[in-house]
T-cell receptor, first 117, second 114 residues
């Protein structure tokens, strides 16, 4: 069964600095997809960035980037030049590729990021 | 483009009553998902439709929960005989297809059972 673990419950940083959030996953599939989502104070869950397991290059979107370490089953999210509005709960998630009979996205428990002035 | 639309945003219902939640996926998306979020359990998968057909309902509590997708623009989640433990935020998401496609979430329906 697939499992996603986020060990950091909360992180607090000063704005304009860089933060890294950790995530490790478990899967028996050789092909899978990894995602990071952000949940804002209003409750909205917003897609941020994804990494396909077969791609060696780390994904980057705006000031979000990933640190994909496949041998360690790890997919860290890096946010550079943090802003106050980055304060939110960040979820790591995984979806296996070959079991198309389930579209199940498995989520971690989330990391609360607080960005302070 | 409009995102996933969920109604109602908030619903308070008495114990034992029925609650129906609606979801309109993003136009052109063929996959629709329902998730439930609580403080204790986090984000839990409930059920999944592809091209309106039910594919996986492994997360659905069997006795009182049901979901349907009568057409490509509309899905419903119905909870019969609601219980306080059903209180949660119910999230609908859609994606363009299957497997690796990204899910896009609605803003959720907060259900409170008193």
């Amino acid at each position: 069964a697939q499992k996603v673990t986020q060990t950091q419950t909360s992180i607090s940083v000063v704005e304009k600095t860089t933060v890294t959030m950790d995530c490790v996953y478990e899967t028996r599939d050789s092909s899978y997809f990894l995602f990071w989502y952000k949940q804002t104070a209003s409750g909205e869950i917003v897609f941020l960035i994804r990494q396909d397991s077969y791609k060696k290059e780390n994904a980057t979107v705006g000031h979000y980037s990933l640190n994909f370490q496949k041998p360690k089953s790890s997919i860290g999210l890096i946010i550079t030049a943090t802003q106050i509005e980055d304060s939110a709960v960040y979820f790591c998630a995984m979806r296996e590729a070959y079991n198309t009979n389930t579209g199940k996205l498995t989520f971690g428990d989330g990391t609360v990021l607080t960005v302070k002035p | 483009n409009a995102g996933v639309i969920q109604t109602p945003r908030h619903k308070v219902t008495g114990k034992g009553q029925e609650a129906t939640l609606w979801c309109e996926p993003i136009s052109g998306h063929s996959a629709v998902f329902w998730y439930r979020q609580t403080i204790v359990q986090g984000l839990e998968f409930l059920t999944y439709f592809r091209n309106q057909a039910p594919i996986d309902d492994s997360g659905m509590p069997k006795e009182r929960f049901s979901a349907q997708m009568p057409n490509q623009s509309h899905s419903t989640l119905k909870i019969q005989s609601t219980q306080p433990q059903d209180s949660a935020v119910y999230l609908c998401a859609s994606s363009p297809g299957t497997s690796g496609n990204t899910l896009y979430f609605g803003e959720g329906s907060r259900l409170i059972v008193v």
